[in-house]
């Protein structure tokens, strides 16, 4: 009985293993076959199998023997699609971007200008990291928008361009208040201001305003003595900003102790300077 069973699973086996070498015979005989419509048929089978690694490579072989013919753009859109279909982002952006210079004028451009710019959204990383393809993916989306101010696809592009935006929103407070937190406060103010020069309406401007004035405030506290009057008169200035600006602040407390030390300090730094100058008149 356990011989049967041992044999059985031998055949099984090699059947197994001749399915699997008949498969990859019919692919390479394909491949290597020099017909461009036969090599071009099996790839369209593959594509719509979902096999899109077969496809990628029998796409690539034909796409210089159909130059000149109608089928061509057909081609070209599915290899750009290849790569998408299979994580490879980068080289699908690259290939639908190439797709659209190649094709000006092909029905297909809407949808290879979409999908390059959504490629690059693909690549988007954590806020934390590089956001070269956040950038890359708004400048797609909107140029979409521009391009085709019909198109279905307009609201989403909007939505998309806003979710990353947000992101380098986030990108930018992260930035700052890591200045912040390595007392590098001047650098952290300039990155707060910065920040709310690119997103004027964002959510967090009060509490982006309170990191400038605290930022501020410990910039001219850490100062040498002849740029602490300056400093403190500019801690002063967004202290009083704020309060202006936000008279139920939860940081209200905080910005009031600011504005009060720094105009206690700009009293005492003027009072010594004309002491100084004072004593340099009698001598």
Same mark, same amino acid.
Do not use: H
């Given at each position: 009985?356990?011989?049967?069973?041992?044999?059985?699973?031998?055949?099984?086996?090699l059947?197994?293993?001749?399915?699997m070498?008949?498969?990859?015979?019919?692919?390479?005989?394909?491949?290597?076959?020099?017909?461009?419509?036969?090599?071009?048929?099996?790839?369209?089978?593959?594509?719509?199998?979902?096999?899109?690694?077969?496809?990628?490579?029998?796409?690539?072989?034909?796409?210089?023997?159909?130059?000149?013919?109608p089928?061509?753009?057909d081609?070209?859109?599915?290899?750009?699609?290849?790569?998408?279909?299979?994580?490879?982002?980068?080289? +699908?952006?690259?290939? *639908?971007q $190439?797709?659209?210079?190649? %094709?000006?004028?092909?029905?297909?451009? #809407? =949808?290879?200008? &979409? !999908?390059?710019?959504?490629?690059?959204?693909?690549?988007?990383?954590?806020?934390?990291?590089?956001?070269?393809?956040?950038?890359?993916?708004?400048?797609?989306?909107?140029?979409?928008?521009?391009?085709?101010?019909?198109?279905?696809?307009?609201?989403l592009?909007?939505s998309?361009?806003?979710?990353?935006?947000?992101?380098?929103?986030?990108k930018a407070?992260?930035?700052g208040?890591?200045?912040?937190?390595?007392?590098?406060?001047?650098? +952290?103010?300039?990155? *707060?201001? $910065?920040?709310l020069?690119? %997103?004027p309406?964002?959510?967090?401007? #009060? =509490?982006?305003? &309170? !990191?400038?004035?605290?930022?501020?405030?410990?910039?001219?506290?850490?100062?040498?003595?002849?740029?602490?009057?300056?400093?403190?008169?500019?801690?002063?200035?967004?202290?009083?900003?704020?309060?202006?600006?936000?008279?139920?602040?939860?940081?209200?407390?905080?910005?009031?102790?600011?504005?009060?030390?720094?105009?206690?300090?700009?009293?005492e730094?003027?009072?010594?300077?004309?002491?100084?100058?004072?004593?340099?008149?009698?001598?």
């Open positions: 009985m356990e011989w049967r069973v041992f044999n059985f699973r031998i055949f099984i086996g059947v197994l293993v001749l399915m070498t008949s498969c990859k015979s019919e692919f390479e005989r394909i491949r290597s076959s020099g017909d461009p419509d036969t090599i071009y048929t099996q790839a369209l089978a593959y594509y719509d199998e979902g096999d899109f690694l077969k496809a990628q490579t029998l796409l690539e072989l034909v796409i210089p023997a159909f130059r000149g013919r089928e061509l753009e081609v070209y859109f599915k290899y750009a699609s290849t790569y998408y279909e299979q994580g490879k982002f980068i080289l +699908a952006a690259y290939y *639908f $190439n797709f659209s210079s190649t %094709f000006p004028t092909s029905e297909l451009r #809407e =949808e290879a200008d &979409f !999908m390059a710019a959504y490629s690059n959204y693909e690549l988007s990383p954590t806020y934390r990291l590089d956001q070269q393809y956040t950038e890359g993916a708004i400048e797609g989306f909107q140029l979409f928008a521009n391009t085709y101010p019909n198109s279905e696809r307009v609201a592009c909007n998309l361009i806003e979710e990353m935006r947000r992101k380098l929103e986030k407070f992260a930035t208040k890591l200045y912040f937190d390595l007392r590098q406060y001047q650098s +952290a103010t300039l990155s *707060f201001e $910065n920040l020069k690119d %997103f309406d964002t959510d967090n401007g #009060e =509490e982006i305003r &309170f !990191m400038i004035v605290k930022s501020a405030y410990l910039l001219a506290d850490n100062s040498v003595l002849e740029k602490r009057l300056e400093r403190f008169n500019s801690a002063r200035k967004y202290a009083s900003e704020f309060l202006r600006k936000y008279e139920q602040s939860e940081y209200l407390e905080d910005v009031e102790e600011y504005l009060e030390n720094s105009e206690q300090k700009i009293k730094l003027q009072d010594d300077g004309y002491q100084e100058q004072g004593s340099g008149a009698r001598s």
